[in-house]
């Protein structure tokens, strides 16, 4: 067992509030938008029919998932127009002629950009994780790549600002979690997140100790077996707080396991 209290890192969207819940209604409007200028039929599933031209152009754009929105609604346009979600991707990606006028892409892009200011919900069992945390005197921190006071106004207004420690900002990467493990040391790092290729690979790379809690979106680029590396797959993140409760215990103890 350690002799040092262990350190919770949480990740933010989609591990303690409900980010692609935002990000769907957002893309809902998009589409809706679209279909209604182009005079196209409502979808029977029009979420899953958005995300296979997102994360077409995910595989081709070097930012991935962070693509502008601009390209998905162009996209989205050929694809009304009868084209299929990888060809127009291509399309797109090559800077091919957009059948939208540019004053009919920017204001769907605003209002998708407004939507997405929407506050998202906590995730199931984040009160209930937090608060077993807080009683078995483990801190939590928020880590997140997005701006640290955006997620402490987010905590705030979810009433779980007193639940954590404070918030660190830092792009995920082995570097980063070996600077965060090094400064909670010699306390055993656990890192609780939805992402295995992002939250978790380079979090155990590192010397920490994974606990995924798997999101409902699972981009088409990851392999099955991207989570092995985690200690613990749990359901909920009050799931994963009491398996980290129950194995206080260093990395390389887990690791031997």
Excluded at 32 to 61: C, E, K, M, N, V
Aim: proline fraction near 6%.
């Amino acid at each position: 067992m350690s002799s040092s209290s262990p350190v919770i890192l949480a990740d933010a969207d989609n591990t303690l509030w409900d980010t692609d819940a935002v990000f769907a209604g957002a893309q809902l409007g998009m589409l809706s938008a679209i279909d209604t200028l182009i005079g196209t039929a409502p979808r029977d599933d029009a979420l899953g029919y958005i995300r296979d031209f997102d994360q077409a152009l995910a595989a081709l754009d070097h930012r991935h998932l962070r693509y502008p929105p601009a390209m998905l609604v162009r996209a989205l346009a050929l694809g009304a127009n009868g084209l299929d979600s990888e060809a127009a991707a291509r399309r797109v990606m090559a800077g091919g002629p957009s059948i939208l006028a540019a004053c009919d892409v920017d204001a769907i892009v605003a209002g998708y950009s407004n939507a997405l200011g929407a506050v998202p919900q906590l995730m199931p069992g984040v009160v209930n994780g937090l608060t077993a945390a807080r009683a078995a005197a483990i801190p939590v921190w928020i880590l997140s790549e997005g701006a640290a006071g955006r997620q402490r106004d987010r905590a705030r207004v979810l009433g779980i600002e007193g639940l954590v420690q404070g918030v660190s900002e830092a792009t995920k990467t082995l570097e980063q979690f070996a600077r965060q493990r090094q400064r909670f040391a010699p306390s055993p790092v656990f890192v609780v997140g939805d992402q295995p290729d992002r939250d978790i690979a380079p979090a155990v790379a590192a010397g920490c100790v994974g606990v995924l809690v798997p999101s409902k979106f699972r981009p088409k680029w990851l392999r099955e077996d991207a989570g092995r590396g985690a200690g613990y797959v749990a359901d909920s993140f009050n799931a994963a707080v009491d398996w980290i409760i129950a194995h206080t215990i260093t990395p390389s103890d887990i690791a031997a396991e």
